[in-house]
C-alpha cells in the first residue's frame, strides 16, 4: 500500500496537456514504493538524468535567486575595504534597482508572473529527482495524487470567483482549510517550492506560503515568489488565506481551472532551523513556540506535516561561532549566512528529494486552552515523526534519525 509517485518523470510538455491527459501521465508514473533497506551515504537514491538546458536553467536560477544577495553583500564590504564612495554609490543604486523594479505577485486573475506551470519548474523537479511517497492504508492520504481531487467537488467544496465561498464539504478525507508544514527549513526547502508548483495534482487546489514580508524586496530572492506566492506569516495574513476561496479560468496554451486560497504552506522551525542546519543530521527545532497549532484548531484546519529528505544536504552553512548572524537574522525576520553547495557556488548539489506526509485533522475549536493546543501539537510532530521511521527506508535514509525538539 506504500506508493511512490516519481516526479521527474513527468515529460517537457506537461503543463501544456489536457487535464485528461495529465492524469493519465500522474497515473503512469505512480508506482509501488522500493525499500531501501540497507541505504548510507554511498548507497542512496542516484539523481535522475537531467538534459543540459534542464541543469543550465535550474543553476542560472538558483544563482540569480541566491547568489545576488551575497554578491551585493561582498560589494558593499569591498567599498568599505577600498573606501570607494563610487563603488558604494553604485553597489547600492543597483540594488535599489533590483529591490523595487516593478514585479506581478502572482495569483492574479490572468496569472501573469506566475512561474509554477512554467519549464523552469519542471527542471527544479528533475533536479531534485522528486519523489512523492504516500501511504495508501491511511484514510486521509487514499485519494491524494489521485484523479478524485479533480474530478468532484468534495475535496475544495463551494467557491464562487468573489473568493467568499464557504469551502463547505462532507468529504472524510483532507479539506480546507490546510497547512502544509514544510520540514525541515535547510537553508532553502526546495523540495516545498517544488510542492508548491505541483500541489494541484495531489490535493485539487494550490498553495500560498508564509514568509517574511522582506522576501518581496530582496534582491534576486524576490523572483522565488513567482513559486511560492508569499503571503506575511502575521496571525491575521494567514487567518484571511485560510478563509478565503478562489477559482480562476485560466485561457492559454492549455485551459484549467485554477483554485487557491484556503490552503498555506508555512516552515514551522524558521530561522532557527536554517541555522540549524548540518549535512547528514535531520533535525526539527519547533522549541516552545505553539501559535501555529492554536490558529490551526481555531480554523478546524487539516494539518500536513511534511518531510522532505535530502533538504539538509543541498547546501552547507557556514557556522558562526559567535551566533551574531543569527542574532542578526532575527532581528531583521531575513537568514543572513554564509553557505555553499555544488562547485563551492550558492547552487545546491544535485539531491534527490523525497516526500513524505503525516497528515492530521483539527478539531475546531474556538478557544482552545494551552493543554489542547500541546495536545495537537504532540500529535501533529509525534505523527510526523511517526510517517519519518515508517518511511525513510522508501527514501533511501534508512541510517537516518529525526530529532525533534
Known amino acids: 500500500t506504500m506508493q511512490v509517485i516519481r516526479l521527474w518523470q513527468l515529460p517537457s510538455n506537461f503543463f501544456t496537456l489536457t487535464s485528461s491527459q495529465q492524469w493519465d501521465v500522474i497515473e503512469s508514473i505512480t508506482y509501488p514504493a522500493t525499500a ?8 542512496r537514491r542516484t539523481p535522475c538524468a537531467i538534459s543540459i538546458q534542464d541543469d543550465f536553467l535550474a543553476v542560472v536560477f538558483f544563482l540569480v535567486t541566491l547568489g545576488t544577495p551575497l554578491v551585493i553583500a561582498m560589494s558593499i564590504v569591498a567599498s568599505i575595504v577600498l573606501q570607494s564612495l563610487q563603488l558604494l554609490g553604485l553597489t547600492l543604486a543597483v540594488s535599489a534597482i533590483l529591490a523595487f523594479h516593478p514585479l506581478p505577485r502572482p ?5 501573469k508572473g506566475d512561474w509554477r506551470r512554467t519549464r523552469l519548474s519542471l527542471a527544479l523537479i528533475r533536479y531534485f529527482s522528486m519523489e512523492v511517497l504516500i501511504d495508501r492504508n491511511d484514510p486521509l492520504l487514499q485519494e491524494i495524487g489521485t484523479r478524485a481531487v479533480q474530478d468532484s467537488d468534495v475535496f475544495f467544496g463551494k467557491t464562487n470567483k468573489a473568493g467568499n465561498g464557504t469551502g463547505k464539504s462532507d468529504h472524510d478525507g483532507i479539506g480546507l482549510p490546510l497547512v502544509c508544514l514544510a520540514c525541515p527549513h535547510g537553508v532553502f526547502n526546495y523540495g516545498a517550492i517544488i510542492w ?18 522582506v522576501i518581496h524586496h530582496v534582491p534576486g530572492l524576490r523572483y522565488m515568489n513567482q513559486l511560492l506566492w508569499a503571503e506575511d506569516a502575521g496571525r491575521k495574513s494567514i487567518q484571511k488565506v485560510l478563509r478565503e476561496r478562489c477559482e480562476v479560468d485560466v485561457e492559454g496554451t492549455y485551459d484549467e481551472k485554477r483554485k487557491f486560497g484556503g490552503m498555506l504552506g508555512i516552515v514551522p522551525d524558521g530561522i532557527l532551523g536554517a541555522f540549524r542546519c548540518k549535512g547528514g543530521v535531520d533535525e526539527l527545532a519547533i522549541g516552545p513556540r505553539r501559535g501555529l497549532m492554536r490558529l490551526c484548531m481555531e480554523e478546524g484546519a487539516t494539518v500536513l506535516a511534511a518531510w522532505f529528505f535530502g533538504t539538509t544536504d543541498m547546501l552547507t552553512v557556514v557556522q558562526d561561532p559567535f551566533g551574531i548572524m543569527e ?13 555553499y553547495g555544488r562547485w563551492g557556488l550558492p547552487v545546491p ?4 528529494v523525497s516526500l513524505c506526509v503525516a497528515p492530521y485533522k483539527c478539531t475546531k ?3 482552545p486552552t494551552k493543554e489542547e493546543v500541546d495536545k495537537v501539537h504532540d500529535a501533529v510532530y509525534g505523527g510526523l515523526g511517526r510517517v519519518y521511521d515508517e518511511q525513510k527506508i522508501y527514501a533511501g535514509y534508512s541510517d537516518r534519525a529525526l530529532h525533534i525538539s
Open 327 to 339: 542574532y542578526a537574522s532575527r532581528k531583521m525576520q531575513a537568514g543572513m549566512m554564509g553557505f
Open 365 to 367: 475549536v474556538d478557544n
Open 349 to 352: 548539489r544535485r539531491i534527490p
Open 36 to 43: 531501501y533497506p540497507n541505504a548510507g551515504p554511498r548507497q
Open 196 to 213: 508548491c508548483a505541483i500541489s494541484q495534482w495531489f490535493v485539487g487546489w494550490e498553495q500560498y506560503t508564509a514568509a517574511a514580508p
Open 107 to 111: 495569483p492574479t486573475s490572468d496569472m
